[in-house]
């Protein structure tokens, strides 16, 4: 039995998969397009919200460390990221790197990680969009009724209507085409990155050194039971982390990570890319490198232009601008994070969508669902089926305290990723890899070991949700996945019996 879950899935096989016509994504997007997705889903609600939250609660102005620290980690696991997307260009991410190295099983738990990660991000930034857009209306005089606002009426109903709209809204732009996308967030994204550097530009004018004294505020005793950490570390070690300090950095750097969420995304279009040997590995390591720059220097002005004690919590950009008498900023920032966040709703469901579409060609979900669209040429029926369920989801639920799932989601990807490129390296030494992880095993090791860092700092309830999600999994596969693999079936002809073929590879 054991034979069969750890079967691979030959890299040669995914490649021919992408060549069926009727299941096989139209080819447009090029390194721009893939650079800009990347930046699209990136900035969004960690850089316009999460700022304040960190810096008042755990790093002080030294938050521009911790958004280096999580860049770091982001930046290693891109690397391996990036030999994967450009080696195996097939859609489905994380998942398709993990069937070629890992074999079925931990491939299924890398997609349905995914499946969830990206369905509760979509979500999650629909609900905080439909925030902005009402505070919007409301400041233009146009009210919405309490039961379509989000929150209970008089009746005990409550929904969500621009959450909802949003996302059936950007279903639509998604079956009609990734290219469309592509262009659709192109406009975005320089709305998006022009609020960010007015941000940055205007700020500077208004830093005041003493704003930085201290850099580094005194540290604070966490919680016992607050997070993993803490007692495994004072179990290892026989001391505590802490909240602001230098352990205040690593925890804030845990939280700051949700705002890179979403480069990992851009390997999910590895399949639509004219040339993803040479795009690939641009996209996605531009984008980070854009994004961790326009980060770090946000935090470093936001933090000089207000003490961080002073700091909001839920929208730090705007109120510092109002705090210092520039209430026309703040009112430009709102309605640029508004115009970005729907971006960052728009790739999560596409990265969604792809990971669905690959599990179902390969059998694991229904092969109705691998079927692309005659004319246009996308997974249209993975696309309404999910967009579908995400509207009613984001009307119908506060998702605040599931928030966190989606860091546990991307940091597990990353971990399977990372593993995944030193099995290849030695299982198929002989695949052409147009970009090379440098440092292998080295850094495919600290990558490893710095996602789990930071899995250790996330709350012990996320880790409980989060094990509730990956059992339901495991259900699924052995009752549907398993018998109805196309592996199972014999349509394809890598088994992983650890047979190694005389050319290096795993049949």
């Known amino acids: 039995m054991s034979s069969t879950l750890f079967r691979t899935k030959r890299v040669e096989q995914s490649i021919r998969d992408t060549e069926e016509p009727e299941h096989a994504l139209k080819k447009s997007l090029s390194a721009l397009d893939l650079t800009v997705f990347g930046v699209g889903v990136i900035i969004g609600t960690g850089i316009f919200v999460l700022t304040g939250t960190v810096a008042k609660n755990n790093a002080g102005p030294a938050v521009a460390l911790a958004f280096v620290v999580a ?23 994380a998942y398709t790197f993990a069937y070629a190295s890992l074999g079925e099983l931990p491939a299924w738990i890398i997609g349905w990680d995914l499946v969830l990660e990206f369905a509760l991000g979509t979500a999650v930034v629909a609900v905080g969009w439909s925030g902005y857009i009402a505070s919007l209306l409301d400041n233009a005089g146009w009210h919405l009724p309490e039961a379509l606002s989000g929150r209970d009426g008089a009746d005990g109903f409550g929904f969500d209507i621009l959450a909802a709209a949003l996302v059936l809204v950007l279903t639509g732009i998604l079956v009609l085409g990734t290219k469309l996308s592509a262009r659709v967030t192109s406009i975005v994204v320089a709305i998006k990155v022009t609020v960010v550097l007015v941000v940055i530009i205007a700020g500077a004018f208004f830093i005041k050194g003493d704003n930085y004294d201290p850099f580094i505020p005194k540290s604070q005793a966490v919680e016992a039971g607050g997070s993993l950490q803490a ?16 352990m205040g950095i690593f925890t804030a750097a845990s939280v700051v990570f949700f705002a890179f969420i979403g480069f990992d995304v851009v390997a999910t279009a590895a399949e639509e890319t004219r040339n993803p040997q040479r795009d690939m590995p641009r996209g996605i390591l531009g984008s980070l490198l854009i994004c961790t720059t326009l980060y770090v220097a946000v935090s470093i002005v936001v933090t000089g232009m207000q003490k961080y004690t002073d700091l909001s919590v839920t929208a730090p950009l705007a109120d510092a601008f109002k705090a210092i008498g520039h209430p026309w900023y703040a009112g430009f920032i709102s309605f640029g994070a508004a115009v970005g966040l729907t971006t960052v709703c728009m790739i999560l469901l596409l990265g969604q969508t792809r990971v669905f579409f690959a599990m179902s060609r390969d059998g694991l979900l229904p092969r109705f669902f691998s079927h692309v669209h005659p004319r246009f040429k996308t997974p249209h029926r993975p696309t309404i089926l999910l967009g579908v369920i995400i509207a009613i989801v984001a009307g119908f639920t506060p998702l605040s305290e599931l928030a966190e799932l989606v860091n546990i989601g991307t940091l597990f990807a990353f971990v399977v990723v990372a593993i995944g490129v030193i099995i290849l390296r030695r299982t198929r030494p002989d695949l052409p890899r147009s970009f090379r992880t440098p440092w292998v095993p080295v850094l495919p090791i600290l990558s490893v070991l710095a996602s789990l860092w930071l899995m250790l700092n996330l709350p012990t309830e996320t880790w409980l949700r989060f094990a509730g999600w990956m059992v339901v999994g495991f ?7 398993r018998t109805h693999s ?3 079936k014999g349509e394809e002809t890598a088994v992983g019996q650890g047979v190694r073929p005389p050319n290096g590879g795993v049949e």
């Open 71 to 93: 860049g770091v980690v982001c930046a290693l696991a891109a690397l391996c990221y990036a030999e994967f997307a450009s080696t195996v260009p097939v859609a489905g991410s």
């Open 231 to 246: 007692p495994l570390i004072q179990l290892m070690f026989g001391w505590a982390p802490s909240n602001f300090g230098v």
């Open 486 to 488: 196309r592996l199972a």
């Open 475 to 481: 259900v699924v596969y052995f009752l549907y996945g």
